[in-house]
């Protein structure tokens, strides 16, 4: 839910409540004022009356609810409280042909004989329903209005003022880190906003500035050591022609050397990723992979054989090409195949099906689970202990995917296979 | 054959040109451009081993003066740096080969051997090892003058065995220089040896003199009979 519309969300319950509230407070209010003045009033008529029939006794007698409104009734006699009682009731109404509320005061009184009478006066008042909805729909009309405003300013006002919050966002949401896209300066008259990207400007740039350093770091430390591994390699393999070294000597360097090998191919893979990473392979052209495809097929056709995989390349006419740098395509196309290769099993399959948009590579593996896609493409991430893997071959997938803007990866489990696709970027899989 | 070596790290320098010796070769070795500079300037090799990165100038550089003053020298590029940029550079600039580092002594030997032969021979010989004759540029093989037929990769395998004769191969070195790369994997030693067992059959066939002797599992060495 988007920042205003959340306000607005409260914003309406909470005035809705308020004026709910208010809409009591008020009536009671104006309800009291006006009984209050109603009774004035009869209280006013009341000693008039009282006084009149005080000095005319023959104007008790012929009051009943006449046109004046009032009644008088003669009372047994006896003690009488001289109280006024207040009372509000409904009564039926010609003009209107439906019951209406009436104030009606009751009081008694003793005229100068000293007999007791009883006098009702009757006013016609408020309706406190009628009332009561008229309040209602006003203060809906005003609640509606206050919302509708609410949200206009928001909609107007505020989005100006968190316009440039969200280009902020926008910035950071399309941020990858080694592409050096700082956000962009967004004037605003906002202090938290300054502030804000002011920090996460600089907060980028130590992020930038770690990362690279760390690269720089990986970089140097596979250049630096591409010497002293070739020193040992190469006396390694001067030590080996001496002939005066027994069997178990043999072994022992072969040992050493098998385990150098395997470091130097480490530290290659290593200096390969990161300058994919430095972006050096630029030599963007035509790539054709069905023939690129081809070529490495080929080119592995004897290991296939001895490690008795078959492999079997579907393809379309219309062939698969894009525009990237060549050795990189080449790399990408060996580093998938060769991972298809050794997570294989014995007389396994690799399937290759080119379209004029992907190419899958799914291979049959001793692994029969649907890999994590969030840690394969991990460097030195493995899913077994499998020892010819370098555990790198993934990441330069991955890294070449991510500095080749034109195609994208995905893996799938499918019919007990892995499966890895390169696609055309926005291709959409049916 | 002269071959002088140029590289700045002391060790890898005598461990090339100990490799080297015992082929015979009469090498010698500069450690910094300067140096490298004046027995150019006052020496004809036949083969130059020379390191990119020098404490006191590149090797390109080096190069570059070679190529002045119109010296026919062989120069093979040994470097750190695995850049396309530079390869290009090396060659174009007249350098016959360019090798990354860290490398196979056996490699090192394959390419300056096959340097020196396109030099001397104008790309035009036969390699002979007793019976067995080796012409590179049609990719066949005499033995006693009879053709003997082998695949793409057999035939590599022999030429490496041959180039390297008498020397222990490795069987990394032989994974990496006939299938690359792509063959770095631990079971390719597996697969070399089958290869080299399909080779020493045919070689037995056409009773070729020659022998295809295994070390203790960590390589072969071609030997004599």
Same mark, same amino acid.
């Given at each position: 839910?988007?920042?205003?519309?959340?306000?607005?969300?409260?914003?309406?319950?909470?005035?809705?409540?308020?004026?709910?509230?208010?809409?009591?407070?008020?009536?009671?209010?104006?309800?009291?004022?006006?009984?209050?003045?109603?009774?004035?009033?009869?209280?006013?008529?009341?000693?008039?009356?009282?006084?009149?029939?005080?000095?005319?006794?023959?104007?008790?007698?012929?009051?009943?609810?006449?046109?004046?409104?009032?009644?008088?009734?003669?009372?047994?006699?006896?003690?009488?409280?001289?109280?006024?009682?207040?009372?509000?009731?409904?009564?039926?109404?010609?003009?209107?042909?439906?019951?209406?509320?009436?104030?009606?005061?009751?009081?008694?009184?003793?005229?100068?004989?000293?007999?007791?009478?009883?006098?009702?006066?009757?006013?016609?008042?408020?309706?406190?329903?009628?009332?009561?909805?008229?309040?209602?729909?006003?203060?809906?009309?005003?609640?509606?209005?206050?919302?509708?405003?609410?949200?206009?300013?928001?909609?107007?006002?505020?989005?100006?003022?968190?316009?440039?919050?969200?280009?902020?966002?926008?910035?950071?949401?399309?941020?990858?880190?080694?592409?050096?896209?700082?956000?962009?300066?967004?004037?605003?008259?906002?202090?938290?906003?300054?502030?804000?990207?002011?920090?996460?400007?600089?907060?980028?740039?130590?992020?930038?500035?770690?990362?690279?350093?760390?690269?720089?770091?990986?970089?140097?430390?596979?250049?630096?050591?591409?010497?002293?591994?070739?020193?040992?390699?190469?006396?390694?393999?001067?030590?080996?022609?001496?002939?005066?070294?027994?069997?178990?000597?043999?072994?022992?360097?072969?040992?050493?050397?098998?385990?150098?090998?395997?470091?130097?191919?480490?530290?290659?893979?290593?200096?390969?990723?990161?300058?994919?990473?430095?972006?050096?392979?630029?030599?963007?052209?035509?790539?054709?992979?069905?023939?690129?495809?081809?070529?490495?097929?080929?080119?592995?056709?004897?290991?296939?054989?001895?490690?008795?995989?078959?492999?079997?390349?579907?393809?379309?006419?219309?062939?698969?090409?894009?525009?990237?740098?060549?050795?990189?395509?080449?790399?990408?196309?060996?580093?998938?195949?060769?991972?298809?290769?050794?997570?294989?099993?014995?007389?396994?399959?690799?399937?290759?099906?080119?379209?004029?948009?992907?190419?899958?590579?799914?291979?049959?593996?001793?692994?029969?689970?649907?890999?994590?896609?969030?840690?394969?493409?991990?460097?030195?991430?493995?899913?077994?202990?499998?020892?010819?893997?370098?555990?790198?071959?993934?990441?330069?997938?991955?890294?070449?995917?991510?500095?080749?803007?034109?195609?994208?990866?995905?893996?799938?489990?499918?019919?007990?296979?892995?499966?890895?696709?390169?696609?055309?970027?926005?291709?959409?899989?049916? | 054959?002269?071959?002088?070596?140029?590289?700045?790290?002391?060790?890898?320098?005598?461990?090339?040109?100990?490799?080297?010796?015992?082929?015979?070769?009469?090498?010698?070795?500069?450690?910094?451009?300067?140096?490298?500079?004046?027995?150019?300037?006052?020496?004809?090799?036949?083969?130059?081993?020379?390191?990119?990165?020098?404490?006191?100038?590149?090797?390109?550089?080096?190069?570059?003066? $070679? @190529?002045?003053? !119109?010296? #026919?020298?062989? +120069?093979?590029?040994? *470097?750190?740096?695995?850049?396309?940029?530079?390869? %290009? =550079?090396?060659?174009?600039?007249?350098?016959?080969?360019?090798?990354?580092?860290?490398?196979?002594?056996?490699?090192?030997?394959?390419?300056?051997?096959?340097?020196?032969?396109?030099?001397?021979?104008?790309?035009?010989?036969? $390699? @002979?090892?007793? !019976?067995? #004759?080796?012409? +590179?540029?049609?990719? *066949?093989?005499?033995?006693?003058?009879?053709?003997? %037929? =082998?695949?793409?990769?057999?035939?590599?395998?022999?030429?490496?065995?041959?180039?390297?004769?008498?020397?222990?191969?490795?069987?990394?070195?032989?994974?990496?220089?006939?299938?690359?790369?792509?063959?770095?994997?631990?079971?390719?030693?597996?697969?070399?040896?089958?290869?080299?067992?399909?080779?020493?059959?045919?070689?037995?066939?056409?009773?070729?003199? %020659?022998?295809?002797?295994?070390?203790?599992?960590?390589?072969?060495?071609?030997?004599?009979?």
């Amino acid at each position: 839910m988007k920042l205003h519309n959340y306000t607005l969300k409260y914003l309406s319950i909470g005035i809705i409540v308020v004026l709910t509230v208010w809409v009591i407070i008020f009536y009671a209010f104006m309800t009291e004022e006006i009984y209050d003045n109603i009774d004035d009033g009869l209280k006013n008529t009341k000693s008039e009356i009282i006084k009149k029939a005080y000095e005319n006794p023959a104007f008790i007698h012929h009051q009943y609810f006449g046109t004046s409104g009032f009644s008088i009734s003669p009372l047994p006699p006896g003690e009488y409280p001289r109280k006024n009682e207040f009372s509000t009731e409904m009564l039926y109404m010609d003009f209107d042909d439906s019951e209406e509320p009436v104030r009606t005061l009751r009081t008694t009184f003793e005229d100068k004989n000293g007999d007791n009478f009883q006098l009702e006066i009757r006013t016609s008042t408020i309706e406190a329903d009628d009332l009561l909805a008229d309040f209602g729909i006003s203060v809906l009309v005003l609640y509606f209005m206050l919302v509708i405003s609410i949200f206009l300013i928001n909609y107007f006002v505020l989005r100006k003022v968190w316009r440039s919050f969200y280009k902020l966002l926008n910035n950071i949401k399309y941020y990858t880190i080694g592409k050096k896209v700082v956000t962009d300066e967004t004037v605003t008259p906002i202090q938290e906003f300054t502030d804000l990207q002011k920090e996460v400007n600089k907060m980028i740039t130590t992020i930038e500035d770690t990362f690279e350093q760390q690269k720089t770091f990986v970089s140097n430390a596979a250049h630096e050591s591409q010497t002293p591994l070739a020193i040992i390699s190469n006396k390694l393999e001067l030590l080996v022609e001496d002939d005066e070294l027994n069997e178990n000597q043999m072994l022992q360097i072969q040992s050493i050397h098998q385990s150098l090998r395997r470091l130097i191919r480490l530290n290659k893979s290593l200096l390969m990723l990161t300058k994919i990473e430095n972006k050096q392979f630029v030599n963007f052209q035509d790539v054709n992979f069905n023939q690129v495809i081809g070529e490495i097929v080929e080119d592995f056709e004897d290991l296939f054989s001895y490690k008795s995989v078959s492999i079997n390349i579907k393809q379309d006419d219309i062939p698969f090409v894009v525009n990237m740098d060549k050795g990189l395509s080449i790399t990408l196309v060996q580093n998938l195949l060769k991972n298809a290769l050794i997570h294989n099993v014995p007389s396994g399959e690799i399937e290759v099906e080119i379209t004029k948009d992907y190419f899958t590579i799914s291979n049959t593996s001793a692994f029969n689970t649907p890999l994590d896609e969030n840690l394969i493409y991990n460097r030195f991430f493995r899913s077994s202990t499998n020892e010819q893997s370098t555990g790198l071959g993934l990441a330069l997938v991955k890294t070449i995917i991510k500095v080749t803007d034109n195609i994208s990866i995905k893996y799938h489990y499918d019919n007990m296979k892995h499966c890895f696709t390169i696609y055309r970027t926005g291709y959409k899989f049916n | 054959m002269k071959v002088l070596v140029i590289e700045d790290e002391k060790e890898l320098r005598e461990v090339i040109t100990q490799s080297l010796e015992k082929e015979c070769y009469i090498v010698e070795q500069a450690s910094t451009f300067k140096e490298g500079i004046n027995k150019l300037a006052g020496y004809d090799y036949d083969c130059i081993l020379l390191d990119i990165m020098l404490p006191d100038g590149s090797g390109i550089d080096l190069l570059r003066e $070679l @190529k002045s003053m !119109n010296k #026919e020298d062989s +120069v093979i590029i040994i *470097s750190a740096k695995d850049s396309i940029d530079d390869k %290009v =550079l090396g060659l174009e600039l007249g350098a016959d080969d360019y090798l990354i580092k860290p490398f196979h002594l056996s490699e090192l030997l394959a390419r300056i051997k096959s340097v020196l032969r396109r030099k001397n021979q104008q790309g035009f010989q036969s $390699l @002979k090892w007793n !019976n067995i #004759e080796i012409f +590179v540029d049609e990719r *066949s093989v005499l033995v006693d003058s009879h053709a003997m %037929v =082998l695949n793409n990769k057999e035939f590599e395998l022999l030429y490496y065995f041959v180039v390297n004769a008498n020397r222990l191969v490795t069987k990394s070195s032989i994974a990496e220089q006939i299938w690359g790369d792509n063959m770095d994997e631990a079971d390719s030693y597996d697969f070399v040896y089958s290869q080299v067992k399909n080779l020493r059959k045919k070689l037995k066939n056409h009773q070729a003199d %020659v022998n295809i002797q295994s070390v203790y599992g960590m390589g072969y060495k071609l030997t004599n009979e």
